[in-house]
Nanobody, 124 residues
Framework: QVQLVESGGGLVQPGGSLRLSCAASRIDLSIKSVGWYRQAPGKGREFVSVITWSGGSTSYADSVKGRFTISRDNAKNTVYLQMSNLKPEDTAVYYC?????????????????WGRGTQVTVSS
């Protein structure tokens, strides 16, 4: 099973930006899409965005549409989440996950491998 490692989290002021990275440990041709989720304290895991590995099709949660951009670098086996105009409600642990499906799913059960997460805190 491929291992995923997130990085790029940190403390940022409201209105600021961060770029998260999700690096896969090896090339795995069974991976068809990679998604980002987040979990705030006391809340469930929330879908953020997903991208297909080959064609680059994307989907976003309404709460981040227009502010977050997902992209991938196939040569580096890495998926990015560019986050702009951050709000305090974006504070959460952000996880990336890999799926064998190309359906741009928002359901956690569609994902087979998960990273350990990276903390994002938006506060003044």
């Amino acid at each position: 099973q491929v291992q995923l490692v997130e990085s790029g989290g940190g403390l940022v002021q409201p209105g600021g930006s961060l770029r998260l990275s999700c690096a896969a440990s090896r090339i795995d041709l069974s991976i068809k899409s990679v998604g980002w989720y987040r979990q705030a304290p006391g809340k469930g895991r929330e879908f953020v965005s997903v991208i297909t590995w080959s064609g680059g099709s994307t989907s976003y949660a309404d709460s981040v549409k227009g502010r977050f951009t997902i992209s991938r670098d196939n040569a580096k086996n890495t998926v990015y989440l560019q986050m702009s105009n951050l709000k305090p409600e974006d504070t959460a642990v952000y996880y990336c996950a890999a799926s064998r499906s190309t359906l741009l799913s928002s359901y956690p059960s569609s994902y087979d491998s998960w990273g350990r997460g990276t903390q994002v805190t938006v506060s003044s």
